[in-house]
């Protein structure tokens, strides 16, 4: 082989071995990113069953205040003779 063509094979290996660094970077940048997107769908998940919680008390708080202001509006029709 002429040292040409020994240069051109090393360049060409150090081409693979900067692709395959390049295809590493790459892989690890996305496995970082669905790392934080997994993160943050168990954050916004951990949120909406909070707020369905709070949903589910707001619900029982106001069958409760309604049923009240029912016995009040029937105690003032019967006060009032109605």
Request: no cysteine; proline share 0%; charged share 30%.
């Amino acid at each position: 082989m002429s040292s040409e063509s020994v240069a051109l094979a090393r360049l060409d290996e150090a081409l693979v071995r900067l692709e395959t660094a390049v295809e590493r970077l790459a892989g690890a940048g996305q496995r970082e990113a669905i790392a934080r997107l997994e993160a943050e769908n168990r954050g916004l998940q951990a949120r909406l069953e909070a707020a369905n919680d709070g949903q589910a008390v707001l619900e029982g708080r106001m069958r409760d205040v309604s049923g009240r202001l029912d016995g009040v509006i029937g105690e003032l029709k019967s006060v009032l003779g109605r």
